[in-house]
């Protein structure tokens, strides 16, 4: 939740350099005007929000999905985006796929040698394209696998408490 | 090719800002995390159509200023939702005019 005002606008930074990869080198942007296009996108935000959300209870959905954007794009009459958003949404995902494949193959790798440190997610696998669920069914055999493990060391360690106990 | 993929899977603006905008707006309760992805991509199409109509608009191509924002979310029917926010600037003197027009029509009705 917003506690302050300033939480509801954008990035200063951010907005100018989108604004200046926009438009042709050179041209000046004056700060009266960069300061209206930050508070003109957050209303867009807002506006945007508002026809999504809209499209999402029509549905009768709590969660606001990637289709009730598009469609509340069309709804505002920014038909142009429409085209754009579903490219920005199909290499999303396909992004998504990929870090989910590097997460897998290096817990996969870590998990064979047993040790437990998490490799950083990278976009290099992106263009491989494993069967989701026959992946994840396989991860989580092993994880399994690992708590049966987990267990009976705990249980071991009772063990060896109690003998040194009942001996003293 | 990868790294057009790359500008068009990330998006500039930080996602957990426009989150922040999306829920103070009432009766939202989740958002997908694709969904919130494309506002923010949809917010910067936005912003950069925004400033390339406006330099369009403007009188000598070589500087954007604030009038001509407001003569482009005035004149497209599609940024009406703007006007409240990029107000068109008068001076004193026609607010003044303005209002005096005002009270001579009340008056007369």
Redesign the interface.
Known sequence: ??ERPE??N??TA??T???K???PD?????K??RL??S????????????C??NFA?KGKR?????Q???TA?ED???D??VE??K???E?????QQGKKDQKKKSKEQTDSSKYHTEEGEG?AG?DVEVDDNENEAEVEDEDDEDGEQADSVADSDVMIISDASSDS | MAEK??S??TC???LS??K??????P??????Q??L???G????????????V??EKSTD??????R???EV?NSI??LQ??QD??PKKITAREFFEMLKQNEDEDEET
């Open positions: 939740m917003a939480d509801l954008l990035p951010v907005i350099r989108i604004i990869d926009a438009i050179g041209v000046n942007v004056s009266e005007a209206a296009i508070k003109a996108a957050s209303v867009f935000v807002l506006y945007a929000t508002s999504s959300n209870m709590k969660t606001i999905a990637a009730d954007v598009i794009m505002m009459e920014f142009q985006f754009p958003l490219n920005c949404l290499a999303y995902r396909k992004g976009d992106s | 993929d790359e068009l899977q500039m603006l930080p800002r426009v922040t905008i999306m829920k103070s707006s009766d939202v309760s989740c958002i997908s694709e969904a992805f494309l506002a991509k949809a917010t910067e199409l936005f912003i950069q159509s925004l400033a390339q406006s330099l191509k070589k500087s954007l200023q604030y001509d924002l407001a979310v029917d599609t939702f703007l926010i990029v």
